[in-house]
């Protein structure tokens, strides 16, 4: 079992994992590992964690980051978001026009920047992954209080394979609270276990799908006998917490949100971390790959283990 | 303070709360009990209910009914669903065109009927109105998996006012849970508190509103500001538990739910207790009466506290 390096193309790499491209929905199993660094002792992660997330598929970390420095994270969000948005990295909510996300932080602002590559995030990372890594996409959301929309099911993983050309499950997301976390201002939740099978979704991908998609998932969608069946397993968590805790999640973990009406914010940085050894190829969905700020692919700026 | 009966019209009834009538919103205190029947000993609501009822808004109750019942009555709202909406009581989802709630169950099923007349839900009207009652409003609500969508925050008592003609707050609402309950599947949300006061709305009613709004409000809505406020002095609850559970809040209690993209539908069955010494005047906003399927004004058929 090989590794995707930069130097492959599309037609030498076997697509592991096809979606999009039958008409019926079916589930495969995994074929890679999800737990990489186990033998290495995981950098500070128990081995209770590292059984955790290769179970569960994700890990939660309540109150990571003390409050204070959230709080300079949630202003520096505030002042982005308070300047609106011009260009393509900024993402408006379609009804209201108020700013959704913006995206590829970690390379146009320096607070946010330097938060990718603290230690605190990097040392689960690595002990996840087992190698350098990098940041694969970034975006800030700010999900207002009484309008925050829902966000279906979906495998991120999904996504950036067909529509990135990311080879192999071996990227992480993880998701820091800048705002408290309530059961009913519109968590993530996910369905634990579900990162152990592979959801083939139907439908071919349109070009430039992603400048919908990143507002409204229509492609890439699990069919509902699937995550009837899944759900039906191990049900569905929504980890919760205050300000500052960070969850980390699998790259095939299936996951959403409902929508907010209370007038509780729902804001919260997104970093995901891809190992080196997984660097995009051409899009397995035969369609010419999104652009940069939404998925790493020129910009490569490694995160290294032992730096 | 005189409560309104059948004899009386519109013109001889103060408006009491008055709302879509200016243009900024606010708020008023509530002139009107919450617990009008403490000093009878409340039917066997305990005083630390009737204490919690009268500070909350809300009673929750676990399991009031045997898990093998509800079944029957899921089984009967399934029956309903299926045979698809033809009448007016029928109301559809916007999008997909299921069903998604049956009104005036209580007067058109028998099955519904009698569970609107079970001891063991009007013990607790009684208790609590401290009169004889009736049902103002009843419906079985299908809330699916996946696809349910969201309710936006409101006050029942608001609309019965000015599009029903309810004259004061002397009316309970009562949800029963049909499907167990979780805080991921979009269960109902309430502001714990927020029944001791009035919130008035801006904006006048457009007649036949109610076609509209039994799928989407739009007029009624609570200003965001003062939402803000009664949620950050008392948060946010949403009272879960398993099917046969039931929920008792206040006419004028503030909530919502949003939306449940889970596969786990939220099926129940609601009914509105009213005192028969509350009956339906003309309606306060100057529109002509909501049908009587919505809101019960000549089919008035009590249910006596003696009897």
Redesign the interface.
Known sequence: MSTATPEMTRKEIPDCYPSRQLTEPHTQDRVDPVVYGHAQGGHGLSEAQLLAFDRDGYLFFPELFPRDEIRSYAGELQRLAAKGGTGPETILEPSSGDVRSIFQVHRNHAVFRDLSRDRRLTRIAFGLLDSDVYIHQSRVNLKP??VGK????HSDFETWHVEDGMPRMRAVSCSINLTDN???N?PV?VIPGSHRQFVACVGQTPENHYQKSLRRQEYGVPD?AI??RL??ERG?E?PVGPAGSVLFFDCNLLH?????????PRSNIFFVYNSTLNRLTDPFGNIPPRPEFVATRDGVDPILRNG
């Open positions: 209080g009484f829902e966000f279906y099911w309530h059961a009913t519109g939740m509902q995550l009837s759900a039906a569905i929504a959403g949100s409902n929508s907010n009406i209370t007038p509780f």
